[in-house]
Each structure stands twice: as C-alpha cells, then as structure tokens.
C-alpha cells in the first residue's frame, strides 16, 4: 500500500539520516590532549552508570517477561490463529525488545553527547552560529533515531508474527481479527520501554541534582571554586550528571513516550476499523506523524543565530517553522485519508500543533515575569523565589492544560453523527504533538552539550570569546522548557487514550463507558494520583539524601586546607579525586531504586487484581479511572516544578558573604524539582499509562 510505504519510507530515511549526522558529528576535528582527558573521563563514568542501569534493566524485564510468558499462556487464551505459546512468547520478545532498545537509545546518545561536547567546545572558537547547528543537529538526530527506533521496533513486533500466521493471504476481516489479536501482546514492547525510561530517569536524576547541589554547596561555599576549576572535585560528577539527565534520560523517556503513541494509534484505531470505519483510517494517524517528522526536519535546518542574537529565539523559530510545516502537511494528509469527516479530522490535528506551541507558553510567561520577583540574584538572597517560582509555574500551567483538555474533549465526545471520526480526530491531535517530540529532544539537548562544551573549554583553554559564547548557548532555557512541556504535554494526551483503549483491550462491551463518580472507580484515582506524588516525592528525597552524602565526600577533599589570602584556599597544584566522587554518585543513585520501581510497576497490577479476586467488576473501569489520574497528576506536576525550575534558574544569585547560604538554598531547591521530582513525574504517569495497556488484556 502508498500510505503504508510511505509511512515506513520517511521512518527508515530519518533513522538513516540521523546515523549520518551522528557519525559525522563524532567525527572530532580536534583530538588534542586538552580535550581527550575530560572526555575520556565523562565516557567512563558515564558508561558505568549506564553499565548499571543496564543490569536493573535487565533484571526487570526478564522478570516482566516471564510473567508475561505465563499469563498469555495459561491465563489468557487467544483464538486458533495464535496458540497460548507463541502469544506468551510474543509477548516476552516484546518486553526485552522494548527495555532493549530503549537502553541502547539513552547508550548511544550519552556516549555521542561526550563527542559533540568536544566538537562544541571547538566549534566555540569560531562562532556562536558554529556550536548552535553542532548542538541542535545532534539533538535532531536523536530525536530522529528515536522516532524511527519505536515504529519499527513496534512494526517488527507486529510484523513477524502476523506474516508467520500467514495473515498476509487471509481476507481482509480475518486478517484484521489477527491483527488485534496480537495488539493484545504488542503493550510489551511498550513496558519494556518504560521499565528502561524508568530507570534511567531515576538513575540520572537523582545523579544530576546531587552532584550539582552538593558541588555548590560545598564548593561555591566554603572552597571559593568555580565549577569549572580543575581542583573541583566533583566536576567530572557534574558534567556527567548532566550528560545522563539530559541526554540518556531525556532519549529513555522519549523511546517510550514514541512506542507508547503509536501503539494506541493503531490498537484505537484498529478498533475503529472493526467497528466500520475504513481503511484509510487506520493508517492516517501514522501518516501525518511521519510528514510531522519531516516538518521537524526543516525546523531543525531552519535553526542559525548571529553573535548578537538569542539562540532560544532562534530554537523557538525552528519550531514555530517546523510546526507550520507540519499543519500544511496535516490540511494535505486529511484532504487525501480523511473521508467523510476531513473537516473533524484537521480540526483535531490542528489541536495538537497548537498544543505543542502552547506548551512554550509557562517558559516564555516564566521568562517574561522573573522581574517580578525582584532584580537578579535579590530574591534567591531573599528566600522567597522558591515560593514565586512554584506560583508562577501553577499559574502558567492553565494554558497547556486547555489544549490538552480540548483533544480529550474532541476525542471522548466528537459528534454524534461521526461515528467515531472524533476519535480519529483525537488521535490525528496525538500524532501531531507526538510528532513534534524530534524537535522536542534537539531544543532539550542544546544547554547540555553547552554545559558539557564549557567544562571542555574552561580545561582545554578556550580564550574567554569562546567561553562566552558557550554561556549564552547554555541560557537556552527558554526553548529547553517549551520542549520538555511539549512532552510533558504528551504524556498527559497518552494517559488519557491508553484509559480510552482500556475497555477494548479488556473486550468489554462497545457500549462500556467509564463512571468516574462509582465509588471504586474514584477510589482508584484518588490512588492514581496519590502514587505519582508520592513517587516524585521519594525521588526529590533521594536526590537531597545523596547530594548530603556528597556533600560530605567533596567537604572531606578540599576541607583540609586552612583559609588563605585570597578567593581559593586550595593550593594551585591541588590533584582531587574525580574517581571517587563519581562513584560515590552512582552509588547513592541507585539507593532504593528496585523497591521503588517494582513498587510503582506493581501497585495499579495488585490494585486490579484485588479487585478482580474480591469479585469486584469494575477492574477494568477502575485501572482506567487510576491512569487517567495517575496521568493527569503527572502532567500538572511535572509542568509546575519545569517552569519553577526554569524561574528559580533564572535568577542569578551573588555569592555575597553574608547572603550565600540562603542563595546556595534557593538554588537547590531550583535543580531538584527541576531534574528529580518533576521528570519523576512525568516519568511515572507515563509509565502507568504503559503498564494499563499491558494488564488490560487480563481484565475481561
């Protein structure tokens, strides 16, 4: 089929482009010694956080997939076309398949972070416009990888048992039977994602707000060190830190937020096909995600800045042109699939573009309204920005809430002589924000690889220019922000289909629908959301507890030094143990870590399932009432604490004597709601909404 041809098309180029550029990219034209040593200390340490992260990952999954193996075999027997085995089996492949891929994403993007730090650092010799295009088109080719990796990962899953059932010479309604049947296995592949999105996330974040909390402390407040001095002992942390929270939590999470939609895309849509619609609506929702992963394309080509010029400005135009792009290709994609209801269709596409546009709005009102709370570095000094901040990203959360409300409202209600376009439309709305997350990844991706490029250049001897240049691209938290709302923005849509696909997946009636006001229904949301904050709540906990042990470990290296004359107390000739701090942080950021996971993963599964073995009826209506909370929750938190942290960033504190420790305060909180408690949150309602697709089979 062209559409089915085209959608695989434009997928297998972008994964082609994207190792092009990644290759040329790590291609360092300068090798020199001055580079090497940090580089090749970040590609280690960072290796073995992963390397750790890896072996809890595939702890997980292998326990998922066994479970897995025996339900499908023994619990849930499927139709002659499939037998117990091989859907067990299916659904165990997809578990590790997903975790997999996953991983190898967040590998493959810290360890190609370190060389393009090095390239920027280069680069900044020449002009900002030079580092800005190294960054962005890293960060497009990320996103691109990831986009391609989750469809056809997700099209292999599919792929390969449906031609083995021979379904390709079946009649189009028994091949469309197939095909949902093994919709039924496929949510594997998508909690295996999320198990790996899970763990990065947890792993990284806290390793990031700890190193970077207690660097401060300890150093900005008693040794009188700058971050980039090489006797700071925790630089190696810090810099690492933020190579896994920007670069392989961020690609973890994005994996499974990409597997995610385009597997409720086709099992909603599927559904709509056996209920009568045709065709062609099965396959738009992929088609207009892949024309919008062309659009994001050129807004990553369109992305240059000038020496005077704010590169947020000119990431926040190659995304206004990307989505631009992306809403003519809509108009063209409906005009030739839409059917009947062409008009409904664009309507909820169009929904989604501006969506993702709105989701810029907390940073820029952040932005624009840092004044309010006093000249630069005052209220940090003060203590009360930690309060503003939190009111401003409350505030400022309304905006994208409204357009995500108005694709829930689009796709639950729609017209009621549609017959399920509002759905469609729903759906086209999700693939569209969905299909802005490659743009998403390379705005997020910029002020890493500049923070990784200035500790490059602060060893390798960068003149002061190319320092400043490095800085200014390290303040794009402007377009950083608006990107990560954009997903977080999606993530919210995606917890609110998955509970929509929950009746079908469970074969309830057509006509189920979902009472929020049944006593166990609103008992599991209440639950839903409690878990989320508790879970985010944990994850800044530990972040505050290993960045304390830190703390202690930095204090114990350069405290023994007496004050001198001067800014620094320690000698010129000082050598700190980088080794040691590292690994005290990837130590201190797996503390818990199973327990909490297994905890997270198993509470909406016991939940369910207790209510199944008291002979309750609603499971399937409850776990949907859990996921839509859990996800909603998630959205507005993970919203709220961003754009706190963008505003607490904002604000440059002075180092003042007197007024440090109350700054050094204020700092912190800024950088554990911003790289702890939020992604937590985000993380965790995305993976709810992955583990309901995966146990609603269970429940009919």
């Not at 971050?227 to 690492?240: A, F, H, K, S």
């Not at 990844?441 to 250049?457: K, M, P």
């Not at 240049?469 to 950083?480: C, F, G, M």
Request: glycine share 12%; with cysteine.
């Amino acid at each position: 089929m062209t559409e089915l041809a085209l959608i695989l098309g434009i997928e297998a180029a972008g994964l082609a482009f994207a190792m092009l550029v990644s290759r040329a990219l790590a291609r360092s034209e300068d090798r020199a010694s001055r580079f090497e040593r940090l580089a090749s200390a970040l590609d280690r340490a960072s290796r073995a956080v992963l390397a750790r992260s890896a072996r809890d990952v595939a702890v997980l999954a292998a326990a998922a997939g066994v479970i897995l193996l025996v339900l499908h075999a023994f619990v849930l027997p499927l139709s002659s076309r499939l037998s117990p085995l091989q859907a067990g089996l299916l659904g165990a492949t997809s578990v590790l398949l997903g975790s997999g891929l996953g991983w190898v994403v967040a590998y493959a993007a810290t360890r190609l972070g370190v060389r393009v730090g090095v390239q920027a650092a280069h680069h900044a010799q020449k002009s900002l416009d030079h580092v800005l295009l190294v960054a962005v088109r890293f960060g497009g080719s990320v996103g691109l990888a990831i986009e391609a990796l989750a469809l056809l990962g997700l099209a292999v899953s599919f792929g390969a048992p449906f031609v083995l059932a021979s379904g390709t010479t079946l009649d189009a309604n028994t091949a469309l039977a197939l095909a949902q049947e093994i919709a039924l296995v496929l949510p594997g592949f998508t909690l295996g994602a999320a198990l790996t999105g899970l763990v990065v996330q947890r792993t990284a974040g806290t390793y990031r707000a700890a190193s970077e909390v207690a660097g401060g402390l300890a150093l900005e407040l008693d040794a009188g060190l700058s971050r980039d001095d090489p006797r700071n002992p925790g630089l190696v942390g810090e810099v690492t830190g933020s190579l896994l929270g920007g670069h392989a939590a961020s690609a973890a999470l994005a994996f499974a937020l990409a597997g995610a939609t385009h597997l409720l895309a086709f099992s909603l849509a599927a559904r709509l096909v056996a209920d009568g619609a045709p065709l062609s609506g099965l396959l738009l929702p992929f088609v207009v995600r892949a024309l919008f992963v062309v659009a994001c394309g050129f807004g990553v080509g369109v992305v240059r800045t000038r020496e005077m010029e704010s590169p947020s400005m000119a990431l926040l135009r190659g995304h206004a042109s990307g989505a631009l792009i992306g809403l003519a290709a809509l108009l063209g994609a409906t005009l030739w699939l839409g059917s009947e209801h062409r008009g409904l269709v664009f309507v909820g596409g169009a929904l989604g573009v501006v969506g993702s546009v709105l989701a810029a709005v907390p940073s820029g009102v952040g932005f624009l309204r840092r004044r309010e709370l006093g000249p630069d570095g005052e209220p940090l000094r003060a203590g009360f920005a930690a309060f503003g901040g939190l009111g401003l990203g409350l505030e400022t959360a309304l905006v994208p809430a409204a357009a995500l409300a108005a694709i829930v409202l689009l796709a639950a209600q729609g017209a009621p002589e549609s017959e399920g376009a509002g759905l469609l439309a729903g759906l086209v709305g999700l693939s569209a924000l969905a299909g802005m997350m490659p743009f998403a990844v390379a705005a997020g991706s910029v002020g890493i690889t500049a923070s990784a490029a200035r500790a490059f250049g602060a060893l390798g001897g960068n003149d002061a220019e190319a320092q400043r240049r490095v800085q200014r691209l390290e303040e794009t938290r402007l377009a950083a922000l608006a990107g990560r709302s954009g997903l977080v923005l999606t993530a919210g849509a995606t917890a609110f289909f998955a509970a929509l696909a929950v009746p079908g997946l469970a074969a309830l009636p057509p006509d189920a629908h979902v009472d929020l006001l049944e006593p166990m229904v609103l008992c599991s949301a209440v639950l839903g959301a409690a878990l989320v904050l508790a879970y985010s709540g944990a994850s800044a906990r530990s972040a505050l507890s290993g960045a304390h042990r830190l703390y202690v470990e930095i204090e114990r290296q350069v405290g023994g030094f007496p004050p001198g004359p001067g800014i620094s107390r320690l000698p010129e000739d000082f050598s700190p143990s980088y080794k040691v701090c590292v690994d005290t942080a990837a130590r201190l950021a797996r503390r818990r870590l199973l327990t909490h996971v297994v905890g997270v993963f198993g509470a909406p599964v016991a939940f369910v399932l207790g209510i199944r073995l008291l002979g309750g009826a609603e499971a399937a209506e409850s776990l949907a009432g859990f996921v839509v909370a859990a996800g909603f929750t998630g959205f507005a938190a993970a919203l709220t604490l961003d754009a706190a942290h963008a505003v607490l960033s904002w604000q440059r504190p002075a180092r003042a004597a007197g007024d440090a420790p109350v700054a050094a305060a204020g700092e912190a909180l800024a950088l554990v709601l911003g790289h702890s408690a939020g992604p937590a949150a985000h993380a965790l309602a995305l993976a709810t909404a992955c583990t309901a697709l995966t146990i609603a089979p269970f429940l009919g």
